[in-house]
């Protein structure tokens, strides 16, 4: 079964970063697409960044220059560096997973088949 743990969020000042982790396992391989998620308070949730078994990545426009979706050698952790972070960027933040039959399907957007618990950010102005 696979297993999606976050860790790093926190509170910060704007235009401070985090960097935000999600431990994995479970995989059987490595042709997963990989996304981060968020969701404020009364809104709803949206796709963030994705990467993809190449190490391809993509981006919604609002954090395209400030944060980056990365992946350690093993692919069995995923980052999502957040700079120049906004009061807009506060939100609960999480981490999905799924199999997708072609790489370059992989987008922070469709259905996700697993989830991880999410990571609260919380940014003051």
């Known amino acids: 079964e696979v297993q999606l743990v976050e860790s790093g969020g926190g509170s910060v000042q704007a235009g401070g970063s985090l960097r935000l982790s999600c431990a994995t396992s479970g995989y059987s391989d490595t042709s997963y697409c990989m996304a981060w998620f968020r969701q404020a308070p009364g809104k709803e949730r949206e796709g963030v960044a994705a990467?993809?078994?190449?190490?391809?990545?993509t981006y919604v426009d609002s954090v395209k220059g400030r944060f980056t979706i990365s992946t350690d050698n093993a692919k069995k952790t995923v980052f999502l560096e957040m700079n120049n972070l906004k009061p807009e960027d506060t939100g609960m933040y999480y981490c999905?997973?799924?199999?997708?039959?072609?790489?370059?399907?992989?987008?922070?957007?469709?259905?996700?088949?697993?989830w991880g618990q999410g990571t609260q950010v919380t940014v003051s102005s």
């Open positions: 990467i993809n078994r190449h190490t391809r990545t």
């Open positions: 999905a997973a799924r199999r997708d039959s072609a790489a370059w399907k992989c987008a922070p957007g469709g259905d996700f088949n697993y």
